[in-house]
């Protein structure tokens, strides 16, 4: 059974930091692009931060410069590293697997991140 379950979403003051984890299981982590979005109230789904299985990252403009995202095979997990958060930021985050190969793709629950001070 496939499984993604995000961590570390909460309240946080502008210019503070998070990070994100996504623990992974039911499928060969390290065979998929590991991706975080975000989707705030009345808008869609965005892509902030791709990381495939060869350890190249992509970010989106709206958080580069900002955001890191890291993975770590051997835990099956991916994080993201928040920082300089401000308002725009509040919205709930999904952690996203992708098999660029195959039919896999793979969506946790989510995580709300709330910037407010």
């Known amino acids: 059974q496939v499984q993604l379950v995000e961590s570390g979403g909460g309240l946080v003051q502008p210019g503070g930091s998070l990070r994100l984890s996504c623990v992974a299981s039911?499928?060969?982590?390290?065979?998929?692009?590991m991706g975080w979005y975000r989707q705030a109230p009345g808008k869609q789904r965005d892509v902030l931060a791709t990381?495939?299985?060869?350890?190249?990252?992509n970010y989106d403009d709206s958080v580069k410069g900002r955001f890191t995202i890291t993975r770590d095979n051997a835990k099956k997990t991916v994080y993201l590293q928040m920082d300089s958060l401000n308002a725009d930021d509040t919205a709930v985050y999904y952690c996203?697997?992708?098999?660029?190969?195959?039919?896999?793709?793979?969506w946790g629950k989510g995580t709300l991140v709330t910037v407010s001070s």
């Open positions: 039911g499928f060969i982590f390290n065979h998929y692009t």
């Open positions: 996203n697997a992708q098999d660029l190969l195959g039919p896999g793709n793979y």
């Open positions: 990381l495939n299985s060869g350890g190249t990252p």
